[in-house]
């Protein structure tokens, strides 16, 4: 009973297996929409590279810009679409898509179209070449959405299918058929066809109905019209017998030969060590499929499924040979590009336009100058004064791989707390090549680096700030890597002056500060 078993006549028993039960040939798809890729003849070659051999498309089934005298047999393996189904502006004969069974409706055209049929004919002649026969003989399944087919003049036999037995209606999905029934030369449906439903000549074109005809006791699809013949509730589509291991397709996912409301899970709960114990059964899911391993160049999430890439707040490992996301333990770590590289190449400062730019950054690559023109704006180059709350986004920021350089901060700033979480300055570039951290003619009391532990090349300026004591006292050797570099820490408050302070603690600054003993109350 399983649908990949059918399109598959020459595979050997192995790979026939193998394609049934553990994964089918999936293929990305495509979300293109309308837009023709190249001119019509690699557009052709691309639709062919994408698609053949797929069974099961991830994404969207997109046939657009086929043009007569091509050869779309590739599309017969298809039998499942987990997007959309678009097909439009198309003008060859025939597309066979002889072996869809469903349609997922998991991305919707136009947000209501889980399957688009429109503008099929070529539109430089007249409308008297276009797509004719469209043998979609089995699809019988629209998990969601619904159907649009419009202005394809000599499309045949749409008005002979009758899409309540495909569509989900308790979902209300949009149908918008405008169908040309009047075609003088369509097929009529072969006389043996269940209520005169097909989907073109011949008995094999018959609409093979499992819903509309179900009796009252089924819950979804059957396989005729008594009681016994109804599907289990886990099929979609159809089903050759009761059990939820003879659906044609899985409403939820496939495990093995079983259609399952979900993957056997990757860990169990234990009652009597009451820990979350590794189940040697559990099983990722892909699509709708469950599976042992996530496919070459899938990663892993939290909840076990195989995904392309991992979630914003995640991050990609190799834990035990297995590609993982895992949560990041902070923010995730984000490089960006700092002053001097990519859009910020020629670039003085950081800027009102430019901050934003340095949201979640982890690492910056490049250099970071504050320089007092951030603050007053610019005219010349429409720059708006630097909101000094925004200084804030750097407090994500660890890692400098060039050089950090301050020449204005607010004034009321008692510290450089924004880059209180900056670990290393690496000084692979330097300003006027020498300097790789200057603090120069800011009114702030202390550094406030708490987390710097490296600077790793280039020297130390900290010059002209009034107000900030003992910053020559700091061990700067310590985060110095190499012999040669040096501190010129000049012109900041008087050590004398500064030896008659005190450390204070201002609740309504929320910082610590100098002051003179009787300052400080
Ligand atoms: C377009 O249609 C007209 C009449 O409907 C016909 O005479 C003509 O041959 C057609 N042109 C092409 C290129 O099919
Ligand atoms: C159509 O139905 C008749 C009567 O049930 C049957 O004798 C005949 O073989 C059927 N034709 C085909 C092509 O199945
Ligand atoms: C501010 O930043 C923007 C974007 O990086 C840049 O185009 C502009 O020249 C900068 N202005 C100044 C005065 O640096
Ligand atoms: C920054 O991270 C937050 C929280 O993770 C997220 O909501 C936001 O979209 C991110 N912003 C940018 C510009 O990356
Ligand atoms: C600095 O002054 C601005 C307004 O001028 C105020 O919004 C901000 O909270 C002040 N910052 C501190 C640390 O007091």
Redesign the pocket.
Known sequence: GSGWLDSCPFCTCSSLFHAAFFLPTVCQGTSNKLAQLGNMEYHFISLQRIYNNCEVVLGNLEITYVTRNHDLSFLKTIQEVAGYVLIALNNVDSIPLDNLQIIRGNVLYENFYALAIFSNYHTNINKTSGLRNLPMKRLSEILNGGVKISNNPQLCNMDTVLWDDIIDLNKKPVIQLEIQNNLADCSKCHANCTEDHCWGAGIENCQTLTKVICAQQCSGRCRGRVPSDCCHNQCAAGCTGPRESDCLACRKFRDEAMCKDTCPPLVLYNPTTYQMDVNPDGKYSFGATCVKECPHNYVVTDHGSCVRSCNIDTYEVEENGVRKCKKCDGPCSKVCNGIGIG??KG???I????ID?FKNCTKINGDVSILP??FL??A??N?QPLDPKKLDIFKTVKEISGFLLIQDWPANATDLSAFENLEIIRGRTKQHGQYSLAIVNLKIHSLGLRSLKEISDGDVAIMKNKNLCYAETMNWNKLFVTETQKTKIISNRNQDECSKLILFFFPSWNAIVWCRKRDCD
Do not use: H, K, Q, R
């Open positions: 859009e910020l670039i003085l400062s800027n009102a336009t430019n730019s023109v951030a704006g610019d010349f180059t720059t």
